[in-house]
C-alpha cells in the first residue's frame, strides 16, 4: 500500500490558528508548518496504516463561551475527502474530536454505532464509512488547541492503547512544532518594532517604504508618507523628567494606531519624537485627510493623565499636545525614475522638509510638499 497523499493549508491560511500567546522564548531554525503538518500525518499513518486521518485546529479569536460557539477547523488532511475537508469545520460539542478537546483527553472508538459520541452525519456528508477512531489532543504549552486524529485501521482491526500512545507521540511533535513557530515568528516580531511605542521600526520602515515604492512603481499607483514631530515636546521632559516624555511617546504611538485604520499602512517611531505613516494608494487629499484626522485625535486626547510608577502621586498634564505634520506623494512630488533608494530618499526629504516648514511658521500644521 502506497503512502497516502496528504494535504495541509497554505502557512497564509494557517495564520488565524496562530494567533496565539507564548510566554518564553528561544531561537530556532525557519520552520515551514504546512509542510510539517503533512509529515506528521504521513509519519503517523506509517506507524498505524490508516484509511483517513486529519487535524483540526480552533481559532484563538473565535473561542465562545460554550463548546458550541467554537469550530475545529481541519488543517491537514488524507483520505478519500482530505483535499476537499481543508478548512472546513466541526463544532466542538460534537464527535470524538468535540470529545478530545473538551475534554483534553485521548478516545479510542471501536464501535461508532453503539458509541455516544460518534456524530454519524460527518460520514453522510462525506460518504465516508467509520469503523474506528483513534483521537488525541493537540496542546499550545498546556492548553488544548486541536485534535488529531486517524479513522480505519488499514488491516481492519480495531485501533489499540499502544496505536493512541503512537498517535500522542506525534500529537507532541505537532505542539512543538506550532510553539516553535510562534516563537520564531514573536523574535522576528520583536526586531521590528520599536521598543517604546510598539510601533515599527526605522529599519523596518525603510525596508517598507522600498517595498511599497516597487510596488507602486509596478502598479502604477500612488504611495503617500506623512512625516509627524511632536511640537514642544522638551516641555514634557523637562516639566516631568524623561520618564514621563517616554509614556508621552508610547500614547502618542497608541493615538497613531487609533487615528490611521488603513490596513496596509504602516506607523513607524523613526527617532526621538518624530514618527513616520506609510499610506499606500493614497493621493494627496487622501494623505492630507488622514493628516487632519491625526491633528484632530491630537486635539481631544488627553496625555499624562493618572498614576505612573515613575511618579509619587497622580499626574495630570494640562497642556494640550500638537505636531506638525509634513505630507509626501509619490509620484506627484518626484518622478517615477531613479533607483528605489533615490526615490525612497527623495521622497523622506520632502516629507520632512514639509514638516519643518510648518515647524518655523508657528507648528501645530500640516504642509505639503513643494
Given at each position: 500500500?502506497?503512502?497516502?497523499?496528504?494535504?495541509?493549508?497554505?502557512?497564509?491560511?494557517?495564520?488565524?490558528f496562530?494567533?496565539?500567546?507564548?510566554y518564553?522564548?528561544?531561537?530556532?531554525?525557519?520552520?515551514?508548518?504546512?509542510?510539517?503538518?503533512?509529515?506528521?500525518?504521513r509519519?503517523?499513518?506509517?506507524?498505524?496504516?490508516?484509511?483517513?486521518?486529519?487535524?483540526?485546529?480552533?481559532?484563538?479569536?473565535?473561542?465562545?463561551?460554550?463548546?458550541s460557539?467554537?469550530?475545529?477547523?481541519?488543517?491537514?488532511?488524507?483520505g478519500?475527502?482530505?483535499?476537499?475537508?481543508?478548512?472546513?469545520?466541526?463544532?466542538?460539542?460534537?464527535g470524538?474530536?468535540?470529545?478530545v478537546y473538551?475534554s483534553?483527553?485521548?478516545?479510542?472508538m471501536?464501535?461508532?454505532?453503539?458509541?455516544?459520541n460518534?456524530?454519524s452525519?460527518?460520514?453522510e456528508?462525506?460518504?465516508?464509512?467509520?469503523?474506528?477512531v483513534?483521537?488525541?489532543?493537540?496542546?499550545?504549552?498546556?492548553?488544548?488547541?486541536?485534535?488529531?486524529?486517524?479513522?480505519?485501521?488499514?488491516d481492519?482491526?480495531?485501533?489499540?492503547?499502544?496505536?493512541m500512545?503512537?498517535?500522542?507521540?506525534?500529537?507532541?511533535?505537532?505542539s512543538?512544532?506550532?510553539?516553535?513557530?510562534?516563537?520564531?515568528?514573536?523574535?522576528t516580531?520583536?526586531?521590528?518594532?520599536?521598543?517604546?511605542?510598539?510601533l515599527?521600526?526605522?529599519r523596518?520602515?525603510?525596508?517598507?517604504?522600498?517595498?511599497?515604492?516597487?510596488?507602486?512603481?509596478?502598479?502604477?499607483?500612488?504611495?503617500?508618507?506623512l512625516?509627524l514631530?511632536?511640537?514642544?515636546?522638551?516641555?514634557?521632559n523637562d516639566?516631568?523628567g524623561?520618564?514621563?516624555?517616554?509614556?508621552?511617546?508610547?500614547?502618542?504611538?497608541?493615538?497613531?494606531?487609533?487615528?490611521?485604520?488603513?490596513e496596509?499602512?504602516?506607523?513607524?517611531?523613526?527617532?526621538?519624537?518624530?514618527?513616520?505613516?506609510?499610506?499606500p494608494?493614497h493621493?494627496?487629499?487622501?494623505?492630507?485627510d488622514?493628516a487632519?484626522?491625526?491633528?484632530?485625535?491630537?486635539a481631544?486626547?488627553?496625555?499624562?493623565?493618572?498614576?505612573f510608577?515613575?511618579?509619587?502621586?497622580?499626574?495630570?498634564?494640562?497642556?494640550?499636545?500638537?505636531?506638525?505634520?509634513?505630507?509626501?506623494v509619490?509620484?506627484?512630488?518626484?518622478?517615477?525614475?531613479?533607483t528605489?533608494?533615490?526615490?525612497?530618499?527623495?521622497?523622506?526629504?520632502?516629507?520632512?522638509?514639509?514638516?519643518?516648514?510648518g515647524?518655523?511658521?508657528?507648528?501645530?500644521q500640516?504642509?505639503i510638499?513643494?
Amino acid at each position: 500500500m502506497g503512502a497516502p497523499e496528504v494535504h495541509s493549508l497554505p502557512l497564509g491560511d494557517l495564520e488565524p490558528f496562530l494567533d496565539r500567546k507564548r510566554y518564553s522564548a528561544f531561537a530556532m531554525s525557519q520552520l515551514q508548518l504546512p509542510s510539517f503538518l503533512s509529515e506528521i500525518l504521513r509519519k503517523a499513518n506509517d506507524f498505524v496504516p490508516s484509511e483517513a486521518g486529519s487535524i483540526l485546529m480552533d481559532r484563538p479569536i473565535e473561542r465562545g463561551e460554550t463548546p458550541s460557539d467554537i469550530l475545529l477547523y481541519f488543517v491537514a488532511a488524507f483520505g478519500p475527502s482530505g483535499s476537499a475537508l481543508l478548512g472546513k469545520s466541526l463544532r466542538a460539542d460534537r464527535g470524538v474530536v468535540g470529545n478530545v478537546y473538551r475534554s483534553g483527553e485521548p478516545y479510542l472508538m471501536s464501535d461508532p454505532k453503539n458509541d455516544p459520541n460518534f456524530y454519524s452525519k460527518f460520514d453522510e456528508d462525506h460518504e465516508f464509512q467509520t469503523t474506528g477512531v483513534v483521537a488525541v489532543p493537540v496542546r499550545i504549552e498546556r492548553t488544548v488547541c486541536g485534535v488529531l486524529e486517524l479513522l480505519n485501521r488499514s488491516d481492519g482491526k480495531p485501533y489499540t492503547e499502544r496505536n493512541m500512545q503512537m498517535l500522542e507521540i506525534f500529537a507532541r511533535y505537532t505542539s512543538i512544532s506550532i510553539e516553535n513557530l510562534l516563537d520564531a515568528q514573536r523574535a522576528t516580531e520583536m526586531a521590528r518594532r520599536d521598543d517604546l511605542t510598539g510601533l515599527y521600526n526605522d529599519r523596518f520602515f525603510h525596508h517598507r517604504l522600498s517595498e511599497d515604492l516597487i510596488r507602486a512603481d509596478v502598479t502604477r499607483s500612488t504611495i503617500a508618507l506623512l512625516f509627524l514631530d511632536i511640537d514642544n515636546f522638551k516641555t514634557v521632559n523637562d516639566t516631568h523628567g524623561h520618564l514621563a516624555g517616554s509614556q508621552v511617546l508610547k500614547e502618542f504611538g497608541w493615538l497613531l494606531n487609533r487615528a490611521v485604520t488603513d490596513e496596509k499602512s504602516t506607523l513607524a517611531r523613526y527617532g526621538g519624537d518624530e514618527f513616520v505613516v506609510i499610506l499606500p494608494d493614497h493621493d494627496l487629499e487622501m494623505a492630507c485627510d488622514v493628516a487632519t484626522r491625526i491633528q484632530t485625535e491630537l486635539a481631544n486626547t488627553n496625555f499624562l493623565q493618572g498614576s505612573f510608577s515613575w511618579s509619587e502621586g497622580p499626574v495630570y498634564w494640562r497642556q494640550p499636545l500638537s505636531a506638525s505634520i509634513g505630507v509626501a506623494v509619490y509620484p506627484h512630488h518626484l518622478p517615477r525614475q531613479g533607483t528605489t533608494d533615490l526615490k525612497k530618499n527623495l521622497l523622506l526629504r520632502a516629507a520632512d522638509l514639509a514638516m519643518y516648514r510648518g515647524k518655523e511658521n508657528g507648528k501645530n500644521q500640516i504642509r505639503i510638499a513643494d
